[in-house]
């Protein structure tokens, strides 16, 4: 088993660069599959999620090279065949080749999706659009297999109840080469819907309207290959900045899109975090008083639910008592139990994180329950006095590029070891 152990009290200073965006790249990877010709992703992050979706592309039969931060995939040889399960099963974005496979082949038989456990995370609003679609749906042992019954996906028009970040992106898979047009209303606004939108795009596709609550995609008969630079992860530099603020002596986070950010910045700057931006990075100082501030999760543009988590360690170092509401995963609460075991004082009231500080953590050993909660007991790790030890680590590993070498470079005493 792997651990990883981090000794604090080292000075944390420097400049770190975000990486290419998970949420984008794991529904970049699969739309692939809709093209006719290579695609070239620039920018892609150097983590388990694309390790996995990469070997499932090749198991497919499409042929990927990988060189640092470019991944080229040539399509062409994609065949539609069940895909290995315990891959599928184990990521949360295996549900987007359900739209790529119906939108090239007009069947799709996949597995059900796995990822971090939040609580509930139904697709029942995926499985809607695709019926609107045309599509039939029967389950065959663990795996579920979608079927336009030879006619090609039909465009329609969908109103989702909920707004959904997955559903969206999916419905503009398998609608990008439908027949007719698709309009998505109560639409998701995320900045990966738009990155998403702007591939497919550039591989020949008409979708209008992306990063507003209302899609227009008017199918077209086949899509080219084309070459991506994927956006910068919001998720990972809100990490690295309120990382920056709990223990940092003054570091720059370069690679960050501010207007991505606008309201977890909002909320740092309601703390008194004192901080520069500039014109693709944001300096944090060395932090002096802070004050506990309330949060509230919401849809983009609202406080994103992936940054609540991580930013829990610096609330705790905030004066005063307030609550962490998550309205988007209500169940997403298990760094409370693991915080608290290092000296937090910190609770789930009601579905609610009530926490009241100032707080000295103390180093224990921790688990990382899920992707987001491990990147707050690393932050806590670097925060807390004496040596903490985090286990299941794959969650961080399946999301934060390169995070050991680059909290090395900032100066920390970090590492992984073999149990
Ligand atoms: N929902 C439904 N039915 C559906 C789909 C969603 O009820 O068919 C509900 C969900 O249960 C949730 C809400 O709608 O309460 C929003 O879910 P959404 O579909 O937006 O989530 P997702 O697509 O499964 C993505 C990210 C998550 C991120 C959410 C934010 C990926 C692979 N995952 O998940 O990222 O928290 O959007 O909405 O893009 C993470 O990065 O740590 C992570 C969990």
Do not use: W
Not at 79 to 85: A, L, V
Not at 302 to 322: K, N, Y
Not at 353 to 374: C, F, H, M, S, W
Not at 386 to 393: A, C, R
């Amino acid at each position: 088993m792997r651990k990883i152990v981090i000794n604090s009290g080292k000075p944390l200073s420097g400049e770190v660069a975000v990486s290419g965006a998970k949420n984008s790249v794991v529904a970049l990877i699969p739309a692939i599959i809709l093209a006719d010709d290579i695609v070239t992703l620039d920018g892609v992050p150097a983590i388990s999620d694309v390790d996995s979706l990469v070997d499932i592309m090749e198991v497919m039969g499409a042929k990927v090279k990988r060189q640092g931060e470019t991944l080229e995939i040539d399509p062409r040889g994609v065949e539609n065949k069940p895909m290995p399960y315990g891959k599928i099963n184990s990521l949360r974005a295996s549900y987007y080749f359900y739209g790529s496979l119906l939108g090239r082949f007009g069947e799709a038989v996949v597995g059900l999706p796995g990822g971090c456990d939040l609580g509930p995370r139904p697709i029942d609003l995926h499985l809607k659009a695709f019926e609107a679609m045309g599509a039939k749906i029967t389950y065959e042992g663990d795996n579920m297999r979608l079927s336009t019954g030879g006619t090609p996906v039909q465009g329609t028009h969908i109103f989702f109840d909920t707004v959904t970040v997955g559903a969206t992106i999916n419905t503009m898979l398998a609608a990008a080469k439908a027949e007719g047009r698709t309009v998505i209303e109560n639409a998701a606004r995320e900045p990966e819907i738009i990155d998403v939108a702007t591939l497919l795009n550039n591989m020949g596709a008409h979708i209008r309207g992306a990063g507003t609550d209302i899609i227009t995609i008017e199918g077209v008969k086949s899509l080219h290959g084309t070459r991506h630079q994927v956006i910068p992860d919001r998720i990972e530099a809100g990490s690295y900045i309120a990382m920056a603020a709990a223990v940092g002596e003054g570091i720059k986070i370069t690679n960050v899109l501010y207007e991505h950010l606008e309201s977890f910045i909002a909320k740092l700057d309601e703390m008194g975090v004192r901080m520069t931006i500039e014109e693709d990075a944001i300096f944090v100082e060395k932090q002096e008083q802070l004050k506990a501030v309330n949060i509230k999760t919401a849809p983009y543009p609202g406080f994103a639910t992936d940054l609540q988590q991580p930013l829990t360690p610096l609330l705790l170092t905030a004066h005063g008592r307030a609550s962490i509401v998550d309205t988007i995963y209500e169940k997403r609460v298990n760094h409370v139990p693991e915080m608290a075991r290092m000296g937090a004082n910190i609770s789930t009231v009601g579905g609610r994180i009530v926490y009241e500080g100032p707080n000295q953590l103390t180093g224990a050993p921790v688990k990382a329950t899920d992707l987001r909660a491990g990147a707050a007991l690393v932050t806590a790790g670097l925060m807390a006095e004496g040596q903490t030890e985090i286990t299941n680590i794959e969650f961080i590993l399946r999301g934060y590029s390169n995070i050991i070498e680059k909290l090395t470079a900032l100066g920390a005493d970090i590492r992984i070891v073999e149990d």
